[in-house]
T-cell receptor, first 114, second 112 residues
Framework: SQKIEQNSEALNIQEGKTATLTCNYT??????LQWYRQDPGRGPVFLLL?????KEKRKERLKVTFDTTLKQSLFHITASQPADSATYLC?????????????FGKGTRLSVIA | DSGVTQTPKHLITATGQRVTLRCSPR?????VYWYQQSLDQGLQFLIQ???????AKGNILERFSAQQFPDLHSELNLSSLELGDSALYFC???????????FGPGTRLTVL
């Protein structure tokens, strides 16, 4: 069956460290993958999109990698700050394996401790 | 501010009732998506409209229906409401499928 799994429900790290979040998928062949940030009670906010032919994408302190062989994406936040505390969602395009435009993982709740 | 607006912000109603949620997409976006988010299920795709036509359908119950109007705003109709329909309902819009989706603030529906 098709699955998207984000490494853990919650991740706690010290301020200043690099946070690494994982998104694994099975039985999908996504043309691209997106990462979103969601704060409690609010709508998700788009962060980055990476295509299947791109290995890495960066935006300020954010970095995303996409390995279609491992079927995995890693999302890094460097020099993390308490303001980075939120839930981070990965989302797959499923055009090659379904009709749903994007399928979202359940998210990882990141807490950055000062 | 994403540019996507949703009304109402909160809705409290009783089982068996019918409600309508409204969404206005960002200026220029032709695609509108509806999602349901509950604590145990995560963000579940319901339905997508593109320029007034249904484009994709997800896990949308038969009791739910949606439409997109000529001015591109969209409405999600939920009928014969059950306790389990209590959730956050989000609308999102995008320029095209392979682009970022911009989410509205959501409508929190509580069915008592």
């Amino acid at each position: 069956s098709q699955k998207i799994e984000q490494n853990s429900e919650a991740l706690n790290i010290q301020e200043g460290k690099t946070a690494t979040l994982t998104c694994n998928y099975t039985n999908y062949s996504p043309a691209y993958l997106q990462w979103y940030r969601q704060d409690p009670g609010r709508g998700p906010v788009f962060l980055l999109l990476i295509r299947e032919n791109e290995k890495e994408k960066r935006k300020e302190r954010l970095k995303v990698t996409f390995d279609t062989t491992l079927k995995q994406s890693l999302f890094h936040i460097t020099a993390s700050q308490p303001a980075d505390s939120a839930t981070y969602l990965c989302a797959l395009d499923t055009r090659n394996s379904g009709n749903t435009p994007l399928v979202f993982g359940k998210g990882t709740r990141l807490s950055v401790i000062a | 501010d994403s540019g996507v607006t949703q009304t109402p912000k909160h809705l409290i109603t009783a089982t068996g009732q019918r409600v309508t949620l409204r969404c206005s997409p960002r200026s220029g976006d032709l695609s509108v998506y509806w999602y349901q988010q509950s604590l145990d299920q995560g963000l579940q795709f319901l339905i997508q409209y593109y320029n007034g036509e249904e484009r994709a359908k997800g896990n949308i119950l038969e009791r739910f229906s949606a439409q997109q109007f000529p001015d591109l705003h969209s409405e999600l109709n939920l009928s014969s409401l059950e306790l389990g329909d209590s959730a956050l309902y989000f609308c999102a819009s995008s320029v095209a499928r392979e682009r970022a989706q911009f989410f509205g603030p959501g409508t929190r529906l509580t069915v008592l």
